[in-house]
């Protein structure tokens, strides 16, 4: 008899792999039938990045993007990345001074990565030359209201002096022939 007590008093032994699973089927039931598993987020949809991935960290790149995380990478991996889309980004300024602010801010971070040696691959992005980068700038600009608004005549009182096209060869370096395809 003392044996019938010690097994009512000491939790059940999971010896086998049939009582775990039974241990967790019935945990389960009884959460549905309490109802824990009602109104989740995501309820009926289907799970994303389960399948297909060879990524171990699909989780966690899944979860930066949903949660609109960045600037996680290194900052020669950052100034790269943000090198190579820098003219779009300068392009959507409407002032120059927004313009000359924002390619100070960038060389300043560039500088700050090349003299920061603690961590990290070797930075490879040069600063950029303000002054032809805002004649750069200009030069698209320029170039897209002439695209955008038909060409107006050299008398005209309604033409502004900054709307005549500028030589590309007399300001700054010409575009690089890759983004001569992009449009």
Known sequence: MSDDTDDAQSPRRLNSLEDRNAVVESAL???IKRGDFDDLPGLGKPLTGLHGSSD???WIKQKMDSEGING???AAFQL???NAVLEDTVDAFTEESDVRDYLAGFNARVREA???LREGPPVFTPPRDV???VAAWRRRR???KNDSVTEAEPGDPEAEPGDQPVDPESVGSPRRWWHRFRR
């Open 29 to 31: 039931d009884r959460a």
């Open 56 to 58: 171990p960290d699909w």
């Open 72 to 74: 996680v990478a290194p």
């Open 80 to 82: 790269r990345k943000e």
């Open 114 to 116: 090349v003299m920061d």
């Open 131 to 133: 002054e032809k980068e």
């Open 142 to 144: 320029n170039a897209k």
